[in-house]
């Protein structure tokens, strides 16, 4: 992928001074293209080891629920890409550039789960509070 997708609004944006801050064309013209820079990069590096975006998630209980929560299929092929990923990088190679074509790094199977583990636990310290 070379750019942003369209639906991607980059999360400074969300708040009140960023919202004010984008109204000023060059700091918005200016986030924007650090945005899809970094994208792009992001993009790049993802491929060049064959992961996903959601491979790469900083472990947290919920995320940790929600792994666990995967169909076995794709926690299967999660497993796969972490070891590849390994692999690749500990002989200081990339995946083929065929390989890297044909993969979509943002393309997410873990954050759906994520929001229903922490919605799950958000309640239970909702309940346990009472």
Do not use: C, W
């Not at 299967?76 to 200081?92: E, W």
């Not at 759906?112 to 636990?121: D, G, H, K, L, N």
């Amino acid at each position: 992928m070379s750019g942003p997708t369209a639906a991607y609004v980059p999360r400074f944006a969300t708040t009140a001074i960023g919202r004010t801050l984008m109204k000023v064309p060059l700091v918005s013209h200016a986030l924007r293209a650090a945005t899809g820079a970094y994208h792009g990069s992001l993009a790049r590096n993802l491929n060049n080891h064959g992961l996903k975006l959601d491979d790469v998630y900083v472990v947290t209980k919920d995320v940790s629920n929600a792994i666990n929560s995967l169909d076995p299929a794709v926690l299967n092929a999660r497993n796969q890409r972490l070891k590849r990923a390994m692999d690749l990088s500990m002989k200081h190679t990339y995946l083929q550039k065929d390989m890297q074509s044909r993969l979509d790094p943002f393309e997410s199977y873990l954050q759906e789960p994520t929001a229903v583990a922490m919605a799950a636990r958000l309640e239970r310290q909702a309940l346990s509070k009472d």
